[in-house]
C-alpha cells in the first residue's frame, strides 16, 4: 500500500491515534550487570513488570523498541502483556509518521536501553551497513540483523569508558612506559609511531592499524605470559610511585578478566569518564568498552557487536581489526543544549535518533511539543500527570510509552520528575 493511501485510510480517529500506549519492556541479564537492586536497570525492571523478579541475578539493559531480541509489549487494560510493540506499529504505521516511515518503513528506526555495568563490557564495535549485511548473512546467528549500529550513551551516574584510539603523542608515550607491547608486537612495528608525522593521516592510521593487529592476534599462551609481566611489573612500581589513572584501570580489568589481550589493548585507547547528563556518542567502526556506571542508551536499531576482548562470548578479532576506522583523538562528550524550560537535547550526528532530558522539579510543568516522527518516553523518577488531546496519564518511575507522531505532551510533575524522550533526530526531521 502507497504511504499516502495508509495515510488517508487511517485518518479517521485522529484523537485516538495520538493517544499514549504504555509499554513492558524486556531486561537482559548479562554478566557484567549489575546484581539485584544494586542495579539502576533491576529497579525499573521491578516497576515495569508484573513478574516476580529474582533480586540474584545481574541485570544489565532494559531494551525499549522492537527489535526481535529484546521486545516491547503493549500493556493491556488488565496490566497484562499484550501485542508487541512492533505489531502494533505494523496494523498502524500511521503512528510512524510520513517521513519516517517513508524512510524506514513499519518500524522504529532506533532502540532505547538502560544500561547498568557492574564491570567492563567486551571491546568491541559496531558494523556500518555494508558490514552488517555482509556479517548477517554470513553468520545469522553471531550478528542478528543487517543493520549498521551507531549509539550514544548519556550518563546518569558518573560513568566510565574506554573509547576510540588515543592521540598520537600519547600512544608514542605509551609505546615508551609498556615495554610489554613492544614485547607482543616487535620493536620494529612498536617503532614506527616514532617515525611518521602526525600530520600524515594516512600512515598514522597504517601504523596504529599494524600494532593494533598484531596486539590483538597474539596467541593465548604469550597473552598470558605477557599480562602476568605487566601485572607484576605494575605492582613492584606502585610501591615507588603513583600509578597513572590508565594503570590502575588495566590492573583492575586484569581482576575482571585475567589473562585477556583486552587488558593490554587498554591502553590504546581513550579513558572516558563522563559526569551524569554528559554524553558520549560512537560511529561505525570506533573501538569502545564501557567499564562501570549506569547510562541511558540509545542506538540504530540494531544488535550487532564485534568483540575481541575482555569477554567469554565470541571473538572476531580479524574482523574487528580490519573494520576499525583509526581515527585518533578524543572524543567530543556533548553537554546537551536547553531547548526549553526543564529540557535539554542531546542531539548526535546520526539521522536515526536523539535524547532529551527533562527534569522537572514538584509542582512544574513543561511541554513536548508534537513532531512529525514517534518517542518513547521513560520516567526514571519521581511521578507526574502526562497529557495530550487524546489521553490522560499519571506516570512514575519505570513508566514506559510510546508517542505516535504530531502529538502533544503536557507534563505536570506532583514530585521531582526525570524523563527521558527518545525519537527521530529533529535535523532529519526538520530537513526539506
Given at each position: 500500500m502507497e504511504i499516502a493511501t495508509v495515510f488517508k485510510a487511517n485518518g479517521g480517529c485522529e484523537a485516538d491515534r495520538r493517544r499514549l500506549r504504555r509499554l513492558r519492556c524486556s531486561v537482559k541479564d548479562y554478566a557484567w550487570g549489575k546484581i539485584g537492586s544494586d542495579s539502576l536497570?533491576?529497579?525499573?525492571?521491578?516497576?515495569?513488570s508484573d513478574e516476580q523478579i529474582d533480586s540474584t541475578r545481574p541485570y544489565a539493559e532494559l531494551w525499549m523498541g522492537t527489535h526481535e531480541s529484546g521486545p516491547s509489549y503493549l500493556e493491556d487494560a488488565d496490566g497484562s502483556n499484550g501485542v508487541t510493540l512492533r505489531s502494533w506499529i505494523a496494523e498502524n504505521p500511521e503512528s510512524l509518521g510520513e517521513r519516517v516511515l517513508e524512510k524506514w518503513g513499519c518500524d522504529l528506526p532506533f532502540l532505547f536501553k538502560v544500561l547498568s555495568v557492574g564491570r567492563a563490557l567486551s571491546i568491541q564495535s559496531h558494523p556500518d551497513k555494508n558490514l552488517a549485511k555482509k556479517l548477517h548473512k554470513a553468520h545469522p546467528n553471531l550478528y542478528k540483523d543487517d543493520n549498521h549500529k551507531p549509539e550514544m550513551a548519556l550518563a546518569y551516574t558518573q560513568f566510565e569508558a574506554l573509547c576510540g584510539f588515543i592521540p598520537l603523542q600519547e600512544l608514542r608515550s605509551v609505546i615508551r612506559a609498556v615495554p610489554e607491547i613492544e614485547e607482543l608486537v616487535g620493536s620494529e612495528e612498536a617503532n614506527q609511531v616514532f617515525c611518521i608525522s602526525e600530520h600524515d593521516e594516512e600512515k598514522v592510521k597504517s601504523a596504529v592499524r599494524t600494532i593494533f593487529t598484531l596486539l590483538m592476534s597474539a596467541g593465548p599462551d604469550t597473552t598470558k605470559q605477557i599480562v602476568s609481566k605487566l601485572k607484576h611489573r605494575l605492582h613492584i612500581e606502585s610501591q615507588e610511585r603513583h600509578l597513572t589513572d590508565k594503570e590502575r584501570l588495566v590492573l583492575k580489568l586484569e581482576k575482571q578478566y585475567p589473562d585477556d589481550i583486552g587488558v593490554i589493548s587498554a591502553f590504546f585507547f581513550n579513558y572516558v569518564k563522563l559526569n551524569p547528563g554528559e554524553a558520549l556518542y560512537l560511529g561505525a567502526n570506533e573501538p569502545h568498552a564501557y567499564l562501570f556506571g549506569e547510562c541511558i542508551e540509545v542506538m540504530a536499531t540494531s544488535d550487532n557487536v564485534v568483540r575481541a576482548g575482555l569477554t567469554s562470548k565470541p571473538l572476531d578479532i580479524q574482523t574487528l581489526c580490519s573494520m576499525l576506522s583509526y581515527k585518533l583523538g578524543f572524543p567530543e562528550i556533548l553537554k546537551g543544549t536547553r531547548i526549553r524550560p526543564y529540557i535539554t537535547r542531546y542531539l548526535p550526528p546520526f539521522e536515526e535518533f536523539e535524547v532529551d532530558l527533562c527534569d522537572l522539579p514538584?509542582?512544574?510543568?513543561?511541554?513536548?511539543p508534537s513532531v512529525p516522527g514517534p518517542s518513547?518516553?521513560?520516567v526514571l523518577q519521581g511521578e507526574?500527570?502526562?497529557?495530550?488531546?487524546?489521553?490522560?496519564?499519571e506516570v512514575s518511575m519505570g513508566d514506559v510509552l510510546f508517542v505516535p507522531a504530531d502529538t502533544e505532551i503536557h507534563l505536570k510533575s506532583s514530585s521531582d520528575l526525570k524523563l527521558y524522550r527518545a525519537g527521530i533526530n529533529s535535523r532529519f526531521l526538520?530537513?526539506?
Open positions: 536497570v533491576y529497579r525499573v525492571y521491578a516497576a515495569n514538584c509542582g512544574a510543568s513543561t511541554v513536548f518513547l518516553l521513560l507526574g500527570r502526562m497529557s495530550t488531546d487524546a489521553s490522560a496519564d526538520d530537513s526539506p
